[in-house]
């Protein structure tokens, strides 16, 4: 479960069986007191993947600068490159997205609290605001990732 902020627009694709998927980052913040009593900062980014309506759903309603919660499953992926050296990805596959900026402001606002507006790929309540995709795993393929 994560809440923060996206870096970069999504940018949604299709695999060759025709399935959408989308994929961004989002930037989430730390903020403690060192030993010393100083504020610190850090800020983490993480790679998210969104899969079939709930990538569509992303690439229209969201955009850089966006606030959502995004609850999802951590995967490795690993691959090797044309030069054959191995390389490696983490990302976080999305399996639920409620957007968190307030219906009437700027995304990127400062402070921004509440919309209601929940997304899921799992199953969940008739709730008119829910968007309910079944997910199996045997669907997805690792060579069926347009990136």
Request: glycine share 10%; charged share 25%; aromatic share 6%.
């Amino acid at each position: 479960m994560l809440i923060g902020n996206l870096t970069r627009d999504p940018e949604v694709r299709n695999t060759p069986s025709g399935q959408a998927v989308a994929s961004f980052s989002i930037a989430t913040n730390s903020v403690w007191t060192d030993q010393s009593g100083q504020k610190q900062k850090k800020a983490e980014f993480h790679n998210i993947v969104a899969w079939r309506r709930l990538a569509e759903i992303c690439g229209q309603y969201l955009h850089k600068g966006s606030k959502i919660y995004i609850e999802g499953r951590i995967q490795t992926r690993d691959w090797t490159d044309q030069a054959g050296v191995k390389k490696y990805r983490t990302e976080i596959v999305a399996e639920e997205m409620q957007m968190l900026d307030s219906k009437g402001g700027s995304a990127g606002s400062a402070g921004s609290t509440g919309g209601d507006s929940n997304f899921s790929q799992g199953s969940g309540s008739d709730d008119i605001a829910q968007v309910e995709v079944p997910v199996s795993e045997d669907e997805i393929k690792i060579e069926d990732i347009p990136f």
